[in-house]
């Protein structure tokens, strides 16, 4: 039976007034070496959930890791492994379903079997009410939110990197699921997860700038490096989005942890690709029974 945990382990290699894992909401669940980071909200609302970390696969990054997506950079065999390992972790007979992400703003609806079934389709976010379904996107660095509707038991998974981010794609999936599942955005519980936050994640201009011409306002987010050069905090950025579409503040939880900071734990693009020409994927889940 997976176990769960509440060691916290958030404040380390961060700054001293971050917040403690229990009290952003979260705890960690493990199960025969795999651990999963939990938003114990959604979960109380009967929604099975979790942010993967890189422990307790067999893909060799460089060994013994989690990866759970990049079949250019593993093997089929590794990662249906990994990915059979990280749902034992939630327990039940849950199907995965995902999208082939393009940093867009475009919403996967999974409503059939032929919707699990397609992981071709171009998206950055998923939707489903479906029983005994677990939808999931893939993060190496960029925002991972989940969003669980606890009265319509409509659910959500979003990939909010920066692209994403300007393309507002976290408002575009609440509106998803208030127009086509019935849901009202004061009953979403959503649960910001690891990604490269504003203490590490530098941009350039061109960012910025995109930034400007989508929000009002957007300097809040970035503080100045160099020349042309900021630290974007995209983690709040999300959270302003969902709030700016309705969400109650208190139904937003975000993890306290860097994927850029905690490499221990985290597959980070930034950090890995340029050192190994390659890196992981984590899979961020939401789904039902």
Known sequence: MPVETIIDTSSENADSDSPSLTESGFFWRENNGVKVLVCRALDAAGFANGFSTRLGGVSPFPDGDLNLAGFDDDTSENIHENRRRFLAVFGGEFQLATAWQVHGDTIK??????????????????????????????????????????????????HAGWRGTVSSIAIKAVRELTRNFRSDPNDLICAIGPAACGRNYEIGEDVIDAFAENFTGSEKYFSPTREGHALVDLHLANRDQLLDCGVKFDNIYTAPLCTMERPDLFFSYRLEKQKYGKTGRLLSVIGRQ
């Open 109 to 158: 609806s999974v409503r059939s079997i032929d919707d699990v079934r397609n992981s071709e389709e171009r998206a950055d976010a998923l939707v489903s009410d479906l029983e005994n379904l677990m939808i999931g996107v893939k993060t190496a660095d960029c925002v991972p939110v989940l969003i669980g509707d606890a009265k319509t038991r409509a659910f959500a998974a979003v």
